[in-house]
């Protein structure tokens, strides 16, 4: 069950934060936001490199008049007090940028995902794209709503005081600035190997997600096969994987910062000792020393700062990727540029036309060999035979989730390839196998189908589908919360909700795939006689393994191995005998 991270697209990772810059596309709607944001920075910078000259000149005027050191005092509070507001100001116009850029971006991310074919699904977990729009958007918030403006602010703040140092002293500065080089040399070689561990951290971490999210959908089952030591095992493999990766990152940029810290401050160390010495030669006064103090502190801190903050933005470079990935997806079914609309009303004519069809996780397995099936409107027709026959394949490219290798499928006389999806799937209504509840109260479920339905309409379906009955015993009835995956209901009841939920949408094209399989036999004699109504005037594909629930069935379709192998009636397929009579035989024969 331990996975290591899948990679969604194949694509070089940058060795630069000039990945962010992919984030301007979601920035852009909000300049005016940006631009005040900036000058609330530029402002805070601006004050702070003014400090300093306030300091020397009270240090340097200690000695004149009192009501002189009074003005510098109130004009360093003054300034003091400016800053204050400007770096409110600055937090909560970055802030609220950075949320709404997330939002934005998280948004962006699940409308392309929510709407990609199922080829998709078949090599990435959900749970890791789960990871990338919660765990990779927080790095991506706490970049844009803290650490670019914190970085650009001491960016100004290092440019501003190597101004103000060089104006204080130009010699002091030449020398301090030959540190400069072998500060950089560790930002430059180590920033590289950070951002590549950050990146194999990220995708740890998702992988840890998915394998979480796997094991805790499937809990029960987990459980009911005593795999919880194995489960938690695996879980625990991937969960360490990522700390080891996250423990290399944490040491890489540990050294870095130690390095770079060092070195600054032992720079400044060495220029300062200098420069205690030409106050003592009267060189330069104690105010110009304390200001060329501070100015250096606050550019040693900046570059500091800069090295750590270098780190961060190189860890949300890494999720920006992974983030475009995810948005550079590109679907393999595609509508196309200038669709032909399907017929309003629709009549419901299904043609399939020697279709052959390969999945690509089993290249090998022919899922429909050469295919042909013409279905009339209005017409119910039963696709049986063993699993693995190709009928639920039939009923997923009805609903074009792919596009056949060979042949084609069409509505109404149009190829699927030439509408929009959302255009005739909208005349499609679907009781899958395994029927999907969300965790919502049954009415939303129901809902679901036709959301504009009134709550006399969802009633009305509930009833049709024989759901009435026991949605109307839960403690507050049709509002009832149903849990994550309906697991307050039961199989039947989950399924007769699906049902409601089609019957709701009260379209031309009617699937049931399995839709019986999982009720008593009262419950399912019910829902037939539902099922049968809702049947009549639809064009209805019903799958089936229960030959009882297809006997009525216009033509019963026989599929074997990808192919049709019998068309007919109940009777005529029972006298002709064959794969139909056997499997009949099996189910109605009493032994």
């Given amino acids: ?29 909000y300049r005016v936001l940006v631009l005040a944001a900036l000058l609330a920075l530029m402002l805070t910078a601006g004050i702070s490199l003014i400090l300093p000259v306030a300091v020397r000149r009270v240090v340097d005027g200690f000695n004149e008049g009192a009501e002189l050191l009074d ?31 997330v939002a934005d971006i998280r948004r962006a991310v699940f409308d392309r995902v929510i709407g990609l074919s199922p080829a998709f699904y078949e090599r990435v977990m959900t749970g890791e794209i789960i990871s990338r729009i919660t765990t990779d958007t927080t790095l991506i918030l706490s970049v844009i709503g803290s650490s670019v403006s914190l970085a650009l602010r001491q960016a100004l703040v290092a440019v501003g005081g190597l101004v103000m140092l060089l104006i204080t002293s130009a010699k002091l500065t030449g020398l301090l600035l030959l540190v400069v080089p ?21 995708d740890w971490i998702a992988a840890s997600s998915g394998s979480a999210s796997e094991s805790l959908l499937a809990a029960q ?25 996250a423990r290399r990152r944490i040491a890489t940029r540990a050294v870095m910062t130690a390095l770079v810290i060092f070195l600054i401050f032992a720079g400044v160390t060495g220029v300062l000792w200098i420069g205690a010495r030409d106050v003592r030669m009267g060189a330069m006064t104690v105010g110009e020393l304390v200001q060329f103090v501070i100015y250096s502190v606050m550019v040693a801190g900046s570059v500091g700062a800069l090295s750590e903050l270098w780190g961060e933005m190189q860890r949300a470079a890494g999720a920006t990727e992974r983030l475009g990935e995810l948005l550079a997806t590109q679907d393999t079914l595609l509508d196309p540029a200038d669709p032909v609309p399907l017929p309003h009303p629709a009549r419901g004519q299904i043609d399939l036309d020697r279709v052959s069809f390969h999945y690509p996780s089993r290249p090998d397995v022919s899922a429909l060999n050469d295919v042909t099936l013409n279905i009339a409107p209005g017409e119910t027709v039963a696709l049986v035979g063993p699993s693995g026959a190709g009928k639920t394949t039939v009923v997923q490219l009805i609903q074009r989730f792919w596009d056949p290798e060979r042949g084609s499928v069409s509505i109404d006389g149009i190829d699927l390839r030439r509408m929009a999806r959302a255009d005739f799937r909208r005349a499609i209504a679907l009781v899958p196998q395994d029927p999907v509840i969300f965790g919502a109260t049954a009415r939303d479920n129901i809902r679901f189908g036709r959301p504009e339905a009134t709550d006399a309409e969802i009633e009305a379906a509930a009833r049709a589908a024989h759901a009435h009955e026991f949605l109307t015993a839960l403690p507050d009835g049709y509002n009832s919360f149903v849990g994550e995956r309906g697991v307050m209901l039961s199989g039947g009841q989950k399924q007769r909700i699906a049902i409601a939920r089609a019957i709701l949408r009260d379209a031309p094209i009617l699937l049931l795939d399995e839709a019986t399989s999982a009720l008593d036999a009262e419950s399912e004699r019910l829902v037939q006689d539902a099922v049968d109504a809702l049947a009549r005037g639809r064009t209805t594909i019903i799958v089936a393994h229960r030959l009882a629930t297809v006997k009525k069935a216009d033509r019963i379709v026989v599929m074997q191995d990808g192919r049709i192998v019998q068309q007919g009636t109940h009777d005529d397929l029972v006298a002709q005998g064959g794969l139909y009579a056997r499997l009949a035989r099996l189910q109605f024969t009493d032994r």
């Fill in 1 to 29: 069950m331990a996975r290591g991270p899948r990679v969604i697209v194949d694509r070089p990772a940058t060795k630069r934060v000039g990945a962010l810059r992919s984030l301007w596309p979601f920035l852009r709607p």
């Fill in 71 to 101: 003005q510098y005092f109130l004009a360093a509070l003054g300034i003091t007090a400016a800053l204050a507001v400007g770096t409110a100001l600055r937090y909560a116009l970055v802030t609220r940028l950075g949320e709404r850029v």
């Fill in 182 to 202: 072998l500060v950089l040399a560790p930002i430059i070689i180590l920033g590289r190997r950070l951002r590549g561990l950050s990146r194999e951290n990220q």
């Fill in 221 to 245: 089952t987990v459980q009911a096969f005593t795999a919880e030591a194995a489960t938690r095992a695996a879980f625990t493999d991937v969960t360490e994987k990522s700390f080891a990766a």
